[in-house]
């Protein structure tokens, strides 16, 4: 069934963690603006959201965050000094995070949860379906898990959310959803899911992961939500229950991943995404990846 609305066009990117799993490094800097390579992580979520035709991205940002505001604003003395030097390539890189999209930024205040946070951006998007982009989960710009999620909330109605297969026992690190098929072999119905279960309680090792894109009856599914441990308001909670409408803000649909994901809010999947991300750049592969392989056979034989 086809659903008639109105092209989705707004993003909202939740940035208001501690990012305590990455300290002392993010005591003072935002853990979003941990490079990778060398761009901080949030740049590769924005271009994603550009990629997908999201031009207006509200970022979602506590206190601390002000260095993610200043990266995407112009910074007209750097590009003084780096116009006198007639350096036009790092120019462009400077100026290409300020052109990327028109940015707006409010403060979650109390970090109560990912479906508080999401709850915030009610003003900016109102009665639209929106788009909201985890900083954690970076998605190669090779796959177009985004805009596929985009068509087929246009196509499905309610809302999408992305989920990808993980071993069984990592299942209670994310939230977990029961499936059926439908006719479309990457698209699944939603009918249960559950934040971070353990092993013998997850309806499946279907785990979400951070994309989603979300009718605007979400607001109402959030604020009917009891806050659980930590007296945080989950996402999935009010997710859950929107999936057992058949209207009404439901039904919740699931797009099945499975390209290239980099989870950047662990210190291990962090390196290796940078090692990936590293390897396959034009400029800086080819003398890395030898050195890489000259390294890894260094410490066999050792």
């Not at 501690?18 to 300290?23: C, N």
């Not at 003395?77 to 930024?105: F, I, N, P």
């Not at 596929?148 to 071993?167: C, H, K, N, P």
Request: with cysteine; aromatic share 6%.
């Amino acid at each position: 069934m086809t659903h008639t609305r109105t092209r989705i066009s707004k993003a909202v990117i939740p940035a208001a963690g501690l990012g305590t799993r990455f300290l002392p490094a993010t005591k003072a800097t935002p853990k979003e603006m941990l490079p990778v390579v060398d761009k901080p992580a949030i740049q590769y979520v924005v271009e994603e959201a550009v990629s997908a035709h999201l031009s207006d991205v509200l970022m979602i940002t506590g206190r601390n965050k002000r260095p993610l505001e200043d990266h995407f604003d112009r910074n007209y003395e750097l590009e003084e000094t780096l116009t006198r030097k007639g350096d036009q390539s790092r120019l462009a890189r400077v100026r290409e995070s300020s052109d990327l999209a028109t940015m707006h930024y409010v403060r979650q205040g109390d970090p109560k949860g990912l479906g508080h946070a999401v709850l915030c951006a009610e003003p900016h998007v109102g009665d639209q379906p929106f788009a909201v982009l985890l900083g954690d989960d970076l998605i190669d710009p090779r796959d177009r898990l985004l805009a596929r999620m985009i068509d087929v909330q246009a196509q499905y109605g309610g809302s999408v959310i992305a989920l990808m297969e993980v071993a069984p026992e990592q299942i209670h690190l994310y939230g977990a959803a029961a499936i059926v098929p439908t006719t479309d072999s990457d698209v699944v119905r939603v009918t249960d899911l559950v934040e971070k279960p353990d092993l013998d309680q997850a309806p499946s090792n279907y785990a979400i992961i951070g994309r989603y894109v979300l009718d605007p009856a979400v607001f109402d599914a959030i604020r009917k939500v009891v806050p659980g441990r930590n007296d945080e308001i989950q996402l999935t909670d009010a997710l859950r229950d929107l999936s057992h409408l058949d209207d009404t803000g439901g039904p919740v649909h699931g797009v099945v991943f499975t390209g290239r994901r980099y989870d950047t809010g662990d210190r291990g999947d962090y390196l290796r995404a940078i090692v990936r991300l590293a390897c396959e750049r034009d400029d800086l592969g080819p003398d890395f990846r030898a050195w890489l392989r000259s390294y890894v056979t260094e410490e066999m034989q050792a």
